[in-house]
Nanobody, 122 residues
């Protein structure tokens, strides 16, 4: 059974860092683009970042540019989201998703994880 599992969320102070991981089981990520999305309480889901299957192309939403870095290790079947200089407004549940091509459009992704919660609070 194809499955994505996110990990690495938690409570962090403003200015802190977290690294989220998205691990796949039941299928290989080699041929999939991976997107990170987030949903804050009372808000719509937002595309945060995505990476092509080769890792050669990436996308970041404006609010995280310069602070977040997406990367992948196909040998480990895992994609990462390094989040630095975290802000209160980064608080959300973060989801990873696998799709056929890189896009910030959530509906284009085929597989989704259950999410990991990130809380930025002092």
């Amino acid at each position: 059974q194809e499955q994505l599992v996110e990990s690495g969320g938690g409570l962090v102070q403003p200015g802190g860092s977290l690294r989220l991981s998205c691990a796949a089981s039941g299928f290989t990520l080699d041929y999939y683009a991976i997107g990170w999305f987030r949903q804050a309480p009372g808000k719509e889901r937002e595309g945060v970042s995505c990476i092509s299957s080769s890792g050669g192309s990436t996308y970041y939403t404006d609010s995280v540019k310069g602070r977040f870095t997406i990367s992948r290790d196909n040998a480990k079947n895992t994609v990462y989201l390094q989040m630095n200089s975290l802000k209160f407004e980064d608080t959300a549940v973060y989801y990873c998703a696998a799709g056929r091509y890189i896009t910030e459009v959530a509906e284009e992704y085929d597989y989704w994880g259950q999410g990991t919660r990130v809380t930025v609070s002092s």
